[in-house]
């Protein structure tokens, strides 16, 4: 039997799944779709076959299992044949080429490949995904009284980034770094605030009055 979560709505109970239950904190996943297909057709010349929402769930689901699989190769993740350890291998193939994986990967888009402010901020690739979530956050949950607010990295995989922050104490010490704040009682991130580098970062709320870590906090928990 699957697990299943129950959500109150008012005095409506709805049965979701862990699925439903990811996908509803998921932001805007329509618009990733039509972006990433947008790109896609433009990055090969048309030659490209629109995915749709389910597939492109398929896509998440793959690669999120991928963090259950650390060490292993990509094509062994998908090869049908595969045998990790005394297990079957994950066998990814069953769901979506690895071919397909790679395209969709390559061509995913948070925002619109023609979007007109790109050239203002140049994290406008991931900036509107974030707005997004912090957006959903606020409007789905409730917080209780504690919250969490911590600096989290991305590992850099040596590609080129906006700008590149460096943070010896933590574990990954170059990455993007963001600030974020945490509800304690569930665990679930309430809100994400990008590090944009020294200059940007300047540009946003209450920097000016109070300096970029309280400002950082601040924006973190306004109501």
Sequence with gaps: MRPR?????????????????FLLFFPKLDDIVEFTNEQARAVWNGNWSDMDRREFERWLGIAINKCRYP???MPDYFRESHVYGVNPGPQMARYMSLRRFNHIKLALCFQSPTFIGKHEDPWWRVAKFMDDFNSLRELSISPGWLMCIDETMIKWRGQGLPWLAWVPRKPE????????VADTA???MMHMDLNKGRDLNKEKDFYAQYGATTAATLRGVQP
């Design 71 to 73: 060490d292993m190769s």
């Design 5 to 21: 979560l129950f959500v109150h709505v008012g005095m409506e109970q709805y049965k979701m799944s862990i699925q439903d239950f």
């Design 186 to 188: 569930t665990g679930i």
């Design 173 to 180: 010490e170059h990455g993007v770094e963001m600030w974020t």
